[in-house]
């Protein structure tokens, strides 16, 4: 019987490696069996190949991540009701002045409107890109726009295609909802839009992140499921089943209809439609981007294009640019993609501001065995970069870094009263991001994550960090 299961389990697409949390079929008391016995039968909702002895911290791993889904989905409603009355606030003060509000002739605000910011948004409210950085400066301009597009990637419909046409001057393709198998409901979200001058022509495909109230995107985060791919390695099982991995099928090349769905899973969409796009014109290439989970799946989707050897969309993908990334691999997954992205000449840029807990998370260790590749771009508070090997405090949870931490919290707290003065008005911080500075001093890493500094980032750091290692200025 086990063997039949196990050749059942080959036939999906996957390896015969894997290991999958079921937190929609655990109970309590089973939980906390997990903690004390490590067979098989004790922990029937996580489907796993392996039958070896686990350490008692790999089994308290599963627990807190098995243990934090189950909070989520269980919180699901409250949460996404708090995050929408927060975000309502914020625009209601936001479009009225104080008068207007003591007179109680208040305008409410619309959320399908151009002019709703959403929570993420509003620690942020720039939305002109900086003319100083200009297509002929490459990837540091690609960048630029990358986290750009990034940023307005967690805004609605309206927003996105406003800003896209009316103040990039740019042309808005679409904004995308789409499905999760695992979760059954629709929790990815993208869009599209063209680049297009008399010299270039960029396609720009960017994966929205986990929004602070979005207990689906959450769980994907703390889904420690992993699948290992043949000839790949080991992949994060969460952000997969975010990217569009089919439930009891895999990878096929070709998408599996299926009635429960009601929308398109997000790769097979993406790559049919860029499939489209991409054969109006030779000239034209595409690039991938995204902040925090969104830059998980804007990395692991040319993963799926090598495991399909889809040559085309290999062959126009200009580059791939991430921010606030976590990981997404093991060691064999990063040297497979390091392998393949420098064979089809694709650049890939990981960028990470300063003491951002994401990028560090899950943990590099001998447990979760999770590994960074790629060129990472690690800018210091004032904002310096310089590319590295490996960032400071890999894996976040250091004492011996908690001090340090915090002293540089305490100093972008300070600076966000005094950067405008420094570097201009448009670097001047509201006091919504002000209040995430101050959370930063009892969670450090925690305010590094928004948006603010990385678009900052971008603007004030060196363009020398984009250039390859034998063209660096000295």
């Given amino acids: 019987m086990e063997k039949q299961e196990e050749s059942r389990e080959c036939d999906k697409g996957f390896s015969c490696s894997f290991m999958l949390l079921k937190p929609e079929e655990v109970k309590l008391i089973d939980l906390f069996r997990i903690l004390f016995s490590s067979n098989l039968e004790d922990r029937k909702f996580v489907d796993s190949s392996s039958e070896t002895e686990e350490s008692f911290r790999y089994r308290w791993l599963i627990f807190i991540s098995i243990l934090a889904q189950k909070m989520l989905?269980?919180?699901?409603?409250?949460?996404?009701?708090?995050?929408?009355?927060?975000?309502?606030?914020?625009?209601?003060?936001?479009?009225?002045?104080?008068?207007?509000?003591?007179?109680?002739?208040?305008?409410?605000?619309?959320?399908?409107?151009?002019?709703?910011?959403?929570?993420?948004?509003?620690?942020?409210?720039?939305?002109?890109?900086?003319?100083?950085?200009?297509?002929?400066?490459?990837?540091?301009?690609?960048?630029?726009?990358?986290?750009?597009?990034?940023?307005?990637?967690?805004?609605?419909?309206?927003?996105?295609?406003?800003?896209?046409?009316?103040?990039?001057?740019?042309?808005?393709?679409?904004?995308?909802?789409?499905?999760?198998?695992?979760?059954?409901?629709?929790?990815?979200?993208?869009?599209?839009?063209?680049?297009?001058?008399?010299?270039?022509?960029?396609?720009?495909?960017?994966?929205?992140?986990?929004?602070?109230?979005?207990?689906?995107?959450?769980?994907?985060?703390?889904?420690?499921?992993?699948?290992?791919?043949?000839?790949?390695?080991?992949?994060?099982?969460?952000?997969?089943?975010?990217l569009g991995l089919q439930k009891n099928v895999g990878w096929p090349m070709e998408y599996k209809a299926n009635e429960t769905r009601k929308e398109p899973l997000a790769y097979y969409f993406v790559r049919d439609k860029l499939k489209a796009l991409l054969s109006e014109s030779e000239n034209t290439k595409y690039i991938l981007t995204g902040h925090s989970l969104g830059g998980a799946l804007a990395i692991l989707f040319p993963s799926i294009l090598f495991l399909h050897e889809e040559k085309l969309l290999?062959?126009?993908?200009?580059?791939?640019?991430?921010?606030?990334?976590?990981?997404?691999?093991?060691?064999?997954?990063?040297?497979?993609?390091?392998?393949?992205?420098?064979?089809?000449?694709?650049?890939?840029?990981?960028?990470?501001?300063?003491?951002?807990?994401?990028?560090?998370?899950?943990?590099?260790?001998?447990?979760?065995?999770?590994?960074?590749?790629?060129?990472?771009?690690?800018?210091?508070?004032?904002?310096?970069?310089?590319?590295?090997?490996?960032?400071?405090?890999?894996?976040?949870?250091?004492?011996?870094?908690?001090?340090?931490?915090?002293?540089?919290?305490?100093?972008?707290?300070?600076?966000s009263f005094t950067i405008c003065y420094s570097k201009g008005a448009e670097y001047k911080e509201g006091w919504f991001l002000r209040v995430f500075r101050i959370i930063g001093l009892v969670i450090p890493g925690v305010s590094a994550h928004s948006t603010q500094d990385y678009v900052n980032s971008t603007r004030l750091g060196s363009s020398d960090v984009f250039l390859p290692s034998e063209e660096t200025i000295p």
């Fill in 314 to 415: 290999l062959q126009k993908l200009e580059g791939v640019y991430t921010y606030g990334q976590p990981r997404v691999g093991d060691k064999k997954f990063g040297k497979y993609m390091e392998s393949k992205l420098e064979e089809h000449k694709i650049h890939y840029f990981r960028i990470v501001y300063c003491n951002d807990m994401v990028p560090r998370l899950p943990y590099d260790d001998k447990d979760l065995l999770f590994k960074h590749f790629g060129t990472c771009v690690y800018y210091n508070r004032h904002y310096q970069g310089k590319v590295v090997a490996e960032i400071p405090n890999k894996n976040y949870f250091s004492p011996l870094s908690a001090i340090p931490m915090m002293i540089n919290a305490i100093c972008e707290l300070i600076r």
């Fill in 73 to 242: 989905m269980l919180t699901s409603k409250p949460m996404a009701w708090m995050g929408s009355k927060i975000e309502m606030l914020l625009n209601l003060l936001a479009i009225n002045n104080f008068l207007v509000l003591l007179r109680g002739k208040t305008k409410k605000p619309d959320k399908d409107s151009a002019t709703f910011i959403s929570f993420i948004g509003n620690m942020d409210k720039r939305m002109k890109l900086d003319s100083k950085i200009k297509p002929e400066h490459g990837c540091h301009y690609y960048s630029a726009l990358s986290m750009m597009a990034s940023k307005a990637s967690y805004e609605n419909r309206a927003y996105i295609e406003t800003i896209v046409k009316d103040h990039w001057k740019m042309e808005y393709l679409g904004f995308f909802d789409h499905w999760n198998d695992y979760q059954e409901k629709a929790t990815t979200q993208l869009f599209f839009m063209r680049d297009k001058s008399e010299n270039h022509d960029t396609i720009v495909v960017a994966f929205r992140g986990t929004e602070p109230f979005d207990a689906d995107a959450w769980c994907s985060d703390f889904d420690l499921s992993w699948y290992e791919l043949q000839g790949m390695g080991k992949i994060h099982g969460g952000f997969m089943k975010a």
